[in-house]
């Protein structure tokens, strides 16, 4: 069974730029959530899709949006970049069953010039 | 979700037990002990959970205190590919509001040959 894929693994922005980031869950899954990792912050909770719906939400600027398609592939979203953006950019998935495992991908490393 | 509080580092040598602690004293009676872990340059892999009796996997053990305010993730033989950081998360397991990690700092285990 293949992972959680992330496309693209690297990209590199400019202030002010949008930029959209893909994930593909193991076939199955149901569940999507998307991290945000920098040295200072660490691993934080960006948002989770679970049907289509957006089921939980970290605390972040509106800036940062997200959507999953009826596969549930998701894609999330970056508005009006700040040099603070920069971060690894990680996607889980999950079955959906709230005690389960989640199955992180590679991630994607932006940087924001 | 309740909080949990972990060294920030920790030493062992290679094919030695290592022996993680975690505290959790505000841990509810439905909260399940997640470990992950984070190996360098990679997403974080689930390592095992529990809830109120210990847990064996292939990877690791889960021994969790009869008052369930702390628990000890438990390396049998260390390895250098077992150099990671160590997270140890509390899950709510009834709740239907989704599924979010709250990953903390975690522990940073450096194993040496």
Request: charged share 15%.
């Given at each position: 069974k293949a992972g959680v894929t992330q496309t693209p693994r690297y990209l590199i922005k400019t202030r002010?730029?949008?930029?959209?980031?893909?994930?593909?869950?193991?076939s199955g899954h149901r569940s999507v959530s998307w991290y945000q990792q920098t040295?200072?912050?660490?691993?934080?909770?960006?948002?989770?899709?679970?049907?289509?719906?957006?089921?939980?939400?970290?605390?972040?600027?509106?800036?940062?949006?997200?959507?999953?398609f009826s596969?549930?592939?998701?894609?999330?979203?970056?508005?009006?970049?700040?040099?603070?953006?920069?971060?690894?950019y990680l996607c889980a998935s999950t079955t959906g069953e709230v005690t389960n495992e989640q199955f992180f991908g590679p991630g994607t490393r932006l940087t924001v010039l | 979700d309740a909080k949990t509080t972990q060294p920030n580092s920790m030493e062992s040598n290679e094919e030695e037990p290592v022996h993680l602690p975690c505290n959790?004293?505000?841990i509810s009676g439905t909260d399940y002990i997640h470990w992950y872990r984070q190996l360098p340059s990679q997403g974080p892999e689930y390592v095992i959970h529990g809830l109120t009796s210990n847990v064996n996997n292939r990877m690791a053990s889960l021994a969790i205190a009869e008052d369930r305010k702390s628990s000890t993730l438990i390396l049998h033989r260390a390895t250098l590919r077992d150099a990671a950081v160590y997270y140890c998360i509390l899950r709510d397991g009834s709740s239907n509001s989704?599924?979010?990690?709250?990953?903390?700092?975690?522990?940073?285990?450096?194993?040496?040959?």
């Open positions: 002010g730029q949008q930029v959209t980031l893909s994930c593909s869950p193991i040295p200072g912050q660490g691993l934080q909770f960006l948002f989770e899709y679970f049907s289509e719906t957006q089921r939980n939400k970290g605390n972040f600027p509106g800036r940062f949006s997200g959507r999953q596969n549930s592939r998701s894609e999330m979203n970056v508005s009006t970049l700040e040099l603070g953006d920069s971060a690894l | 959790h004293s505000t989704g599924y979010a990690l709250n990953f903390g700092k975690g522990t940073s285990l450096l194993v040496t040959p």
